[in-house]
């Protein structure tokens, strides 16, 4: 399959988030915004495309990594197709320039270098399309942020904002306001967490030229995105006003497509740095587009593509 034709697919998804929500079926961004918190590894391309194909899926995989897990693929089930880098070797142009001095490293310097040499075509399964040995049982936060509200607090500050308490910003549980954010006094860790995160996104988001490009409306709509992501992926229920996504943007997809994988980027940059530590995992790297489901996708930062 041509990459042409993968990129007409991607914005096919986008188109169809439009139409759904101009007939006013707005769950559907509900849907696509949970994608990006259960596969927040994946570029915003790959989170489009699997969330179109199988809106439900949970936990995806390639073939040979399931079977190595126990787990194989049912008879007549259909993949979900995504995007998989391809890594080769390449020798850089200054490795290719002749020299008349040899250096002690200079057998190191002539080694070709791993790079992003293209894209192709592969196919994954959702857990549900497999059947085999049952998967450890992980264990589900459900309301309760600690660790990550530690390591939410730890990013904010890597990122030279201040955050503050304070009782006289009621009714509002948050303010941000250029590196810094105000947090309502005796909220409750869950409800602080999602308001810490709300406010981050905006610094992270509408700090720079966006600002000006976008309306209140759609900064606020943004930030509760990003936090309806980070939430749904550390395992808190939280609501989201997003529903009226499409009428902030006057029914243009590429606008929405642009404000989506914003929030996208942002929402995965926070889970990277909140999430704990995995347990170091041999995957083999002749399964491209195969990683292991536990506990979240393990991509190579070349996947980070935008398409």
Same mark, same amino acid.
Request: net charge negative.
């Given at each position: ?15 169809? !988030?439009? #139409?759904?929500?101009? %007939?006013?079926?707005?769950? /559907? ?5 949970? $994608?990006? @918190? ?113 390591? !939410?607090? #730890?990013?904010?500050? %890597?990122?030279?904002?201040? /955050? ?5 910003? $009621?009714? @509002? ?135």
């Amino acid at each position: 399959m041509k990459l042409e034709e993968i990129n007409n697919r991607t914005k096919d998804a986008v188109n169809h !988030l439009v #139409e759904e929500l101009e %007939s006013g079926k707005s769950e /559907v961004l509900t849907q696509y915004l949970s $994608a990006m @918190a259960r596969f927040h590894n994946y570029s915003f391309g790959n989170v489009m495309l699997i969330a179109r194909q199988k809106p439900h899926a949970t936990n995806v995989a390639g073939i040979r990594t399931w079977n190595s897990l126990g787990r194989f693929v049912k008879r007549g089930e259909k993949g979900i197709l995504i995007l998989a880098p391809m890594v080769g070797l390449r020798r850089s142009r200054q490795n290719e320039i002749a020299t008349d001095i040899e250096t002690d490293n200079a057998a190191d310097e002539r080694k070709p270098e791993r790079q992003l040499i293209g894209f192709r075509a592969v196919y994954v399964f959702d857990i549900s399309q497999t059947e085999g040995k049952e998967l450890p049982t992980l264990t589900e936060v459900q309301g309760d942020v600690s660790g990550y509200r530690e390591r !939410l607090f #730890e990013f904010v500050q %890597s990122r030279g904002v201040k /955050v503050s308490y304070s009782e006289r910003i $009621a009714p @509002a549980k948050g303010l941000s306001h250029g590196g810094k954010i105000t947090l309502l006094s005796g909220m409750q860790p869950a409800e602080e967490f999602s308001t810490l995160v709300h406010e981050i996104g905006h610094e992270m988001l509408h700090r720079g030229d966006r600002r000006t490009l976008t309306t209140k409306q759609v900064r606020e709509t943004e930030a509760e995105a990003v936090a309806f992501v980070v939430c749904q992926s550390v395992g808190l229920k939280n609501g989201t006003s997003s529903q009226d996504y499409i009428q902030l943007w006057h029914g243009d997809a590429n606008l929405l497509r642009e404000s989506l994988e914003a929030v996208q980027q942002t929402a995965a940059l926070i889970l990277g740095a909140i999430a704990p530590k995995p347990e170091p995992v041999q995957e083999s790297e002749s399964s491209p587009g195969a990683y292991s489901p536990l506990p979240t996708a393990e991509l190579t930062a070349a996947e980070s593509f935008q398409f």
